[in-house]
């Protein structure tokens, strides 16, 4: 690993009261001594003008912080300037032109996990914390980086280790021809008892993968039953284009919406009709695509029009489950906004006079208050689940082989349950593995 300082903005994009740019390296003395003419006293805040000539960048907040005591485990520096992008990217070049580079995303993490400040799972929870979205999540996210998920998988392999260790004492060190049948139920006992651990770990990464995924949203329809214009009250723009001609929209277009504090994707889809039109049909062949991985479909029908035979056996046809039909257009035919309690898939709104869309928002808001989330849960990735699974398919055959008094098999089983739950916390990771990781982190983290 290089470790020439680089440096990077923490903070998003766009203006704001403050932002921060972070430094990190080996070795910072070059790069201070040519930005801010001084040294820094380790955590502690300085006022200073950062200047380049005789223009004074900004006025900002300085904290040294020194190697290891950082979080990358090398000598680190904080600026906290005003979070004017024009200020923090001038601030910025006059790092590069003084010996630092520009920070690869992630990079900082990156460092952070070399140095051994962090292990490959609470490295990525720092990216899930980031991008959860909702509190849950949040939680989840907070359990994995505090250690929670990193401590069941220790006490795990180190159950396999002890178990390896006397599978193979049996190997190498037989008192006699037989193996005792007690020492054969001891081990099949031990193999027992951490299958049924690691199952609990499984449950709840169950679990938290699917905090880790923020729920999508699609809206479909025939032409002109009000997708988009439904879509614009929720979001409060005119996000999508909306016209009394058909086909307007034409593409898949995506939308991020915020209901107290729980972040959701809104996929505002083609209009779903026969048509000889190649764009309309790569439109409509897009936007069953997107059903097709939505959490949920808000189906929308014009109510002067009522839900058609067609209507149904679209949903039908692309076993549609998770659906809600919404019947648009009410203020044409005098109904209340309401969820109908004989079918409540049915709910009744109007995008032109905007009833009911509180009624959309409370059926998203009640997917999250059903999901049961336990203390335990941790935000988990893919990556996560399959070599925990990939763990227990080892553990389950090395136990097959003691029944059948292979042990040297028994024990290479065991070897791989034990690499398998390793390469979760990064012990046996692969270069292009963890470039795949940390490049999906932001910039300045």
């Known amino acids: 690993m290089n470790n020439e300082p680089i440096c990077a903005i923490a903070t998003p994009s766009g203006s704001s009261a403050l932002g921060i740019i972070r430094i990190s390296g080996q070795d910072l003395s070059t790069v201070t001594e040519k930005v801010f003419s001084r040294t820094f006293e380790d955590r502690k805040a300085t006022l200073v003008n950062i200047c380049e000539e005789k223009d004074i960048l900004d006025q900002s907040i300085v904290i040294y912080y020194k190697s290891p005591r950082s979080y990358t485990g090398e000598d680190m520096i904080e600026i906290i300037c005003h979070g004017n992008h024009v200020v923090m990217n001038s601030i910025l070049n006059f790092l590069v032109k003084n010996g630092a580079r520009s920070a690869n995303p992630g990079e900082f993490s990156e460092r952070a996990f070399f140095n051994n400040k962090l292990n490959l799972a609470q490295a990525e929870a720092v990216a899930d914390l980031i991008s ?12 994995s980086l505090c250690g929670k998920f990193v401590n069941e998988i220790n006490l795990l392999a180190q159950d396999i280790l002890s178990l390896r260790a006397e599978v193979e004492s049996v190997i190498n060190f037989p008192e006699d021809d037989d193996v005792p049948d007690v020492s054969i139920g001891n081990i099949k006992k031990k193999i027992d ?32 039953s009000g997708k988009s214009s439904l879509i614009n009250c929720l979001l409060r723009k005119n996000a999508s284009i909306v016209s009394s001609h058909a086909g307007t929209t034409r593409d898949v277009l995506e939308y991020e919406l ?17 048509t000889s039109d190649d764009v309309e ?7 069953i695509k997107s059903i097709a991985s939505a ?14 035979d067609a209507d149904k056996n679209f949903i039908k046809t692309y076993q549609i489950e998770k659906y809600v039909v919404l019947f648009n257009k009410i203020d044409l035919t005098g ?9 409540n898939k049915y709910v009744y709104v109007s995008a032109k006079e905007s009833l009911g869309i509180d009624l959309i928002k409370q059926i998203i808001e009640e997917d999250f208050s059903s999901e049961v989330v336990s203390e335990n849960t ?4 893919r990556r996560h689940l399959e070599l925990l699974n990939k ?4 553990l389950e055959e090395s136990k097959r082989n003691i029944i059948k008094g292979t042990f040297d098999f028994s024990a290479e089983e065991l070897r791989l349950a034990h690499v398998a739950l390793s390469s979760i916390l990064g012990q046996n990771s692969k270069e292009d593995l963890l470039d795949e990781i940390f490049n999906s982190f932001c910039i300045g983290k």
């Open 258 to 274: 915020n209901i107290n504090d729980k972040i959701v994707n809104i996929v505002d889809t083609a209009g779903i009709h026969d």
């Open 193 to 224: 008892k951490t299958l049924s651990l690691l199952s609990d770990v499984i449950k709840n990464s169950k679990e938290g993968a699917t905090l880790n995924q923020r729920k999508i949203y699609a809206f479909a329809g025939k032409p002109n």
């Open 132 to 143: 959860a979205s909702d509190k849950k999540a949040v939680k989840a996210a907070q359990n």
């Open 295 to 308: 959490d949920k479909v808000f189906y929308i029908v014009d109510d002067s029009q009522g839900i058609t």
């Open 281 to 287: 049909k790569e439109g409509i062949s897009r936007a």
């Open 391 to 394: 763990g227990r398919l080892h």
């Open 335 to 343: 109904k209340e906004p309401i969820i109908d309690n004989r079918n």
């Open 378 to 381: 941790y935000l988990a990735r």
